[in-house]
Structures are given as C-alpha cells and as structure tokens.
C-alpha cells in the first residue's frame, strides 16, 4: 500500500505546498515537519524554476529567492532523505518538465525512489507527452499525478483514465494564487472523475480559507493550499514555523469528515 494512498485512506487528505529552499533547504525541512504536527496528510515540495509558468507572483518569488540561495536538485533530494529519517509522511515533488529532464528521467525518479519521494507533479507535461517519463517513474513506483483543468470536460475521462496516486483538479484558470471567490463547477468535474477511477481527487487553485477547505473537501477527497503557505515564509521567513503551523492547524479543523 503506497504512502499516498493512505493518506487518503478512511480520511480527507489535507495537502500542504512550499517551495524547496525557501529560504533555505534546512528551513524546508523543518516547515514540512510543522505542517505534517499541524496536520497535513500529504506535502507537496516545489523544485524552484526560472520561469514557472502555472505559479502566480507569490510562488515565483519564492523559486526566486530559492535559486538565488542556491537552491540545486541534488539539495532536494538530500533534505527529502533527511525528511524520511524523522516521518512517513507522504511527499510529492511539484516540477517543471524541463528541470527533469535535464536531469534525466531515469536518473531523477531513481533518486526519487531512493530518497522517498512518492510522486511528480509536472504541470507542463501535456497528457499526450507523458509516455516520456512515465516508463521511468513506473519502473521506479513514481506516481505521475494526473492534473485536471476546467477546459477539460470533454477529455476528462480519457486524462483519468488510468490516473495513480491522486488527480490533482484545478479549481480557476490562470495561475496558482489565493482567490476569495472561486467560480468553477469544480463539483462536476469530480463527479466525472468518480464515473471512471476510484482515483482520489484533491482541488488547488486559490484555496486559503477554512471555509474553502470546508466546501471542497465536501466535494473532493482532499484538498491543496500552496500560495497561502508561501506567503507566509516570504513574511516570516526563517521565524516562520509557528506560523506555519498555527495556519494549517486552523485550515485542517475544517477539512469535511469523510
């Protein structure tokens, strides 16, 4: 049974989001370590890009000021395998296309299996390119988590069709960011998603309430904030654990009971 899979597993999954090395890859640690005490039952950690095309301003601050700290992939790799030692929490890399694959797809989801990163979330990988990566990361027991948008109603069930670990669905267009009202019948798009996998699903996108978390972990099997906690560290910074920890612990009290 994977890691992931637990993590939903007779239970919402609340899934937190930072960017690696912001500000240091030491503090990365000890943030994934806080959140998971606050709650968390999955952590996203974002490999910092120079030009991370999904990312609103928040988040691309963030891949600035962790590439100007001198944030490398191999870093990564090392906290994750320092985070491993402590907790079996699940984790899922959030990486750009092509930070992977001038790493090498075979060479990086070896380093995933043997660090304990349990899945990639690429989010300019489109669906019909992912045979790229995919003999790889199956070969090494890496899920790809599928990403679903709301332009994608009439390709829904072709894109989740044979989805592993959870789909991760896209509640706005645009980019990340937090967003006091979101529009989208996100609720449709799980109930198609429902029709065809036992797959679970977790919204992003512009959560940052715990109402929000309230009203989609009702609809979906989880639910993701990632700008809301990187603006936080960007406040903080180093100090920014308690912080961290105070807001996950207040979005996880109104995640719906499954």
């Keep these: 049974m994977s890691r992931i899979y637990k993590a939903f597993e007779d239970k919402k999954a609340f899934i937190g989001f930072l960017t690696a090395g912001d500000p240091t890859l030491g503090k990365t640690e000890e943030f994934v370590l806080e959140m998971e005490r606050a709650g968390a039952s999955l952590i996203e950690i974002g490999v910092p ?13 963030a891949n600035i000021r962790s590439l100007s700290a001198g944030c490398t992939m191999d870093g990564i790799f090392e906290v994750v395998i320092s985070i491993r030692e402590k907790t079996e929490i699940p984790l899922v890399f959030l990486a750009y296309l092509n930070t992977i694959y001038k790493y090498g797809y075979e060479k990086f989801c070896g380093r995933c299996e043997e660090c304990g990163v349990d899945g990639v979330i690429i989010p300019d990988l489109p669906f019909e390119e992912k045979e790229e990566i995919l003999p790889a990361a199956s070969k090494c027991g890496i899920d790809i988590i599928t990403m679903v948008a709301p332009t994608s109603r009439e390709r829904i069930e072709m894109v989740v069709k044979e989805a592993t670990g959870f789909i991760y669905v896209v509640s706005s267009m645009g980019v ?22 036992d797959t679970p699903t977790a919204i992003g996108f512009g959560i940052n309430t715990k109402e929000q978390v309230a009203d989609y972990s009702a609809i979906a099997d989880g639910v993701i904030i990632g700008s809301a906690i990187v603006r936080i560290i960007a406040e903080y910074g180093e100090e920014a654990g308690p912080e961290l920890r105070k807001y996950v612990e207040e979005m996880v009290s109104g995640i719906a009971h499954a």
């Design 49 to 61: 890009f120079s030009d991370p095309i999904a990312d609103g301003p928040v988040i691309q601050e």
């Design 176 to 197: 990340t960011g937090a967003r006091s009202e979101i529009t989208m019948d996100v609720g449709e798009i799980v109930g198609i998603i429902r029709s065809v996998t």
